[in-house]
């Protein structure tokens, strides 16, 4: 398929009732047909359109679409649904021999009568043109796909263009389903919206721990540069990492407390001072509290172990 399309152009954006077919005032309408029984008369190719008063839901089960919605575009690649309320903008490309249905229907058709769920399973639908995508396997996509065949199977009946219950039975559980599955989707995108939050938060946060470890900042200033008060950076870290925001910068600490113990030849004292304790002694009870060991005992320790010779 192109990567690019130039779309559009004309004097005015056409609108339909159904693709290539004038829209009729006050008409009630719920029609489903086969993706390919429209598209292929077009060479796969759907102009840009607009539906005045219809919502359509085309449900593409195998192959893909590049598709246009208002001023976005995308790649879609089955199984998915493309959810469009009126007067959205739309347009698509479909790989030939694509297999999927085109739902189209007025909502009066659909919710008279109708109050409670379903009107709001409508409203969480079609509140905004949406992508919903699923895994092949996923037993959601089976349902849904299964529903949008026997709904085209009844459509297909001498009775389905008219008032049969079963279509809006049909119709009633699409809609239903598909609600459901994008309540879903927004809130797994939300939880994973929150997630990457969090996560570049707790990055930023070592990023100044390894910046100013050696300042020993307290953990107050730390917050203050994240915007963040001491419970939440604690709540933060434990929820990263497991463990409190000071065991952290303690943890950074005392890994480079060893490294210059072992590579740096100079007194304990003197690389206390340079790891920012103004008290030598102070530094030798936390290094041994954090390493069961003082630093002379770690550096002997790890002479013996065969690490490189230091002096001290």
């Known amino acids: 398929m192109s990567a690019s399309l130039l779309w559009g152009g004309g004097t005015h954006i056409p609108s339909f009732a159904l693709y290539g077919e004038a829209a009729v005032p006050g008409h009630e309408l719920l029609h489903i047909e086969e993706v390919q029984s429209r598209s292929r008369l077009y060479h796969w190719e759907i102009q840009p359109h607009t539906h005045q008063g219809l919502y359509q839901v085309l449900?593409?089960?195998?192959?893909?679409?590049?598709?246009?919605?208002?001023?976005?575009?995308?790649?879609?690649?089955a199984p998915a649904a493309i959810v469009l309320p009126p007067t959205v903008v739309h347009g698509f490309r479909f790989a030939p021999e694509t297999d999927g249905r085109v739902l189209t229907l007025s909502a009066r058709w659909l919710l008279e009568g109708e109050t409670g769920a379903l009107g709001a399973a409508f409203q969480e639908l079609f509140t905004a043109p949406r992508l919903l995508h699923f895994l092949p396997d996923d037993d959601a996509a089976q349902r849904l796909d299964t529903l949008f065949r026997e709904l085209a199977h009844e459509?297909?009946?001498?009775?389905?263009?008219?008032?049969?219950?079963?279509?809006?039975?049909?119709?009633?559980?699409?809609?239903?389903?598909?609600?459901?599955?994008s309540a879903?989707?927004?809130?797994?995108?939300?939880?994973?919206?929150?997630?990457?939050?969090?996560q570049a938060l707790y990055t930023r946060f070592l990023w100044l721990v390894e910046q100013h470890f050696l300042e020993h900042w307290p953990l107050q200033r730390y917050g203050e540069r994240l915007g963040l008060s001491l419970?939440?950076?604690?709540?933060?870290?434990?929820?990263?990492?497991?463990?409190?925001?000071?065991?952290?910068?303690?943890?950074?600490?005392?890994r480079e407390a060893c490294r210059r113990l072992i590579y740096i030849a100079a007194p304990a004292a003197s690389l206390a001072?340079?790891?920012?304790?103004?008290?030598?002694?102070?530094?030798?009870?936390?290094?041994?509290?954090?390493?069961?060991?003082?630093?002379?005992?770690?550096?002997?320790?790890?002479?013996?172990a065969g690490q490189p010779p230091t002096a001290g």
């Not at 009946?157 to 699409?174: S, T």
């Not at 879903?184 to 969090?198: D, F, I, K, S």
């Not at 419970?231 to 950074?252: D, F, K, M």
């Open 184 to 198: 879903l989707q927004r809130q797994a995108a939300a939880v994973g919206e929150r997630a990457h939050r969090h």
């Open 59 to 77: 449900w593409l089960w195998r192959g893909q679409a590049e598709v246009l919605l208002d001023e976005h575009r995308a790649e879609v690649q």
């Open 231 to 254: 419970q939440r950076l604690n709540r933060l870290t434990r929820s990263a990492s497991g463990r409190s925001a000071l065991e952290l910068v303690h943890e950074r600490l005392t």
């Open 273 to 304: 001072l340079e790891l920012g304790f103004e008290d030598p002694a102070y530094f030798s009870r936390f290094f041994k509290r954090r390493t069961g060991l003082s630093p002379q005992q770690y550096r002997l320790a790890q002479q013996q």
């Open 155 to 181: 459509f297909q009946r001498p009775a389905g263009a008219g008032a049969a219950p079963v279509l809006g039975w049909l119709a009633r559980a699409l809609v239903w389903r598909l609600a459901q599955a």
